[in-house]
């Protein structure tokens, strides 16, 4: 089974410029998560989809970042315009219907704000 | 702050030897617990879980302890070996909250 897949694996962009993250997760899975793993610290969950709707996006910083599952299937994750701050690791994760507990994470985009 | 982030707490262990690492959650409603590693460059990879009206529950080489009382979870990692070198998270969840990750600890294998 193939896992989840991620890119790019890595973006270095200059602060107030645009950054987008894709992300396909595994076949059937229909939850989907973007998470945000700032050096040393765990994945901070930024949004979740359901198929294509938003269940909990709390913690997105909505002024600059936008993501979208218009299919239900793939996602990506928009910064518009990057901040200092934001250089992190952005992970995806979904899960089987049904089984919300067990999240399978892809390998992350890397992302370096100058 | 991320000044403290960037400060892992680290485990060095002797290959071969025995494995703990600690973790203390802050919900005590949380009713379901995972640990996951993390290599460096990689997405965290599932370990083991536990749900609250367990304390104990092992797995391959690996047991989770859980100690509701002080809202304590550890990991215990049996005959370590240089490929359990990683970061390891604890995670919580409450009902349908979101998942919860801790800080995490770095663990190094020295052959």
């Known amino acids: 089974e193939a896992g989840v897949a991620q890119s790019p694996r890595y973006k270095i962009i200059e602060k107030r410029q645009s950054v987008a993250f894709w992300c396909n997760p595994i076949?059937?899975?229909?939850?989907l998560y973007w998470y945000q793993q700032i050096l040393g610290q765990g994945p901070k969950l930024l949004i979740q989809?359901?198929?294509?709707?938003?269940?909990?996006d709390s913690q997105l910083p909505k002024d600059r970042f936008s993501a979208e599952r218009l299919k239900g299937v793939d996602s990506t994750l928009k910064i518009q315009p990057a901040k200092l701050e934001d250089s992190a690791v952005y992970l995806c994760?979904?899960?089987?219907?049904?089984?919300?507990?067990?999240?399978?994470f892809g390998p992350g985009t890397r992302l370096t704000v100058l | 702050g991320e000044s403290v982030g960037l400060h892992l707490p680290t485990l060095s262990v002797q290959e071969g030897d025995n494995s703990i690492i600690n973790c203390a959650y802050s919900n005590s409603a949380s009713d379901y617990f995972i640990w996951y590693k993390q290599e460096s460059g990689k997405g965290p990879q599932f370990i083991i879980d536990?749900?609250?009206?367990?304390d104990k529950r092992q797995g391959q080489r690996v047991t989770v302890l859980l100690n509701k009382t002080v809202k304590h979870l550890s990991l215990q990692i049996a005959a370590t070996q240089p490929g359990d070198s990683a970061v390891y998270f604890c995670?919580?969840?409450?009902?349908?909250?979101?998942?919860?990750f801790g800080t995490g600890t770095r663990l190094t294998i020295i052959p």
């Open positions: 994760a979904s899960s089987p219907p049904g089984i919300k507990d067990t999240q399978y």
């Open positions: 989809f359901q198929n294509n709707g938003v269940v909990d």
């Open positions: 536990i749900r609250s009206n367990m």
């Open positions: 076949s059937g899975h229909a939850t």
């Open positions: 995670a919580e969840l409450f009902g349908n909250e979101k998942l919860t």
